[in-house]
């Protein structure tokens, strides 16, 4: 139960911070993702019966206040869920290396996966351009070891607990 009220008081700080790094880097035209970067670190620490609902509900809270596709974001969070888990026996986590490369990769694919399924179900997408997709990603990867360090650090997980 402790560790259920520290996860929703980390998603509530992941929630303020990202949309302050929204709008401070927003006037660079630059979107870091702040949510899938704090739901990958939570499957990157905890077991599955915490990751998967913690992505999905990063996911829907982006889609509850976005103006996209609803759900798109569940759905792109859970499969980024699902590829943390199925890297976990390939990638130490603990090292910092480890972790700005699945941030950068999975905020590249997040981010392609949500203009495909724009594209696919709108019929439109929403592109703003090769410097605000390189600098989202850079921000990703510059960010992630920060994250990572303090979801381990806050919600007591040493590596793998299950």
Same mark, same amino acid.
């Given at each position: ?7 929703? $008081?980390?998603?509530?700080?992941? &929630?303020?911070?990202? =949309?302050?790094?929204?709008?401070? $880097? #927003? ?5 870091? !993702? ?10 990157? %620490?905890?077991?599955?019966? /915490?990751? /998967? ?12 206040? #976005?103006?996209?596709?609803? #759900? ?12 943390? /888990?199925?890297?976990? !026996?390939?990638?130490? %986590? ?12 999975? &905020? $590249? $694919?997040? &981010?392609?996966? !949500? ?5 696919? %179900?709108?019929?439109?997408?929403? =592109? !703003?351009?090769?410097?605000? %997709? ?14 990572? =360090?303090?979801?381990?650090? #806050? ?6 607990? /299950?």
């Amino acid at each position: 139960m402790k560790r259920i009220v520290k996860l929703i $008081l980390f998603f509530m700080a992941a &929630t303020i911070l990202h =949309w302050a790094a929204m709008a401070l $880097l #927003g006037n660079w035209d630059i979107s870091l !993702n702040l949510m899938l970067i704090f739901a990958i670190a939570v499957c990157a %620490f905890l077991p599955p019966a /915490y990751g /998967y609902p913690t992505a999905f509900v990063s996911g829907l809270f982006l889609d509850f206040f #976005g103006v996209q596709l609803f #759900g798109q974001h569940a759905f792109i969070f859970t499969l980024c869920a699902c590829a943390v /888990y199925s890297l976990e !026996n390939r990638l130490e %986590f603990d090292s910092v290396v480890p972790q700005m490369v699945c941030a950068g990769v999975l &905020t $590249l $694919l997040a &981010t392609l996966g !949500n203009l495909i399924l724009l594209k696919v %179900f709108a019929g439109f997408s929403a =592109w !703003n351009g090769i410097g605000s %997709f390189i600098g989202g990603i850079s921000c990703s990867i510059l960010i992630a070891p920060a994250v990572f =360090w303090a979801v381990r650090r #806050g919600l007591a997980a040493k590596g793998r607990t /299950y």
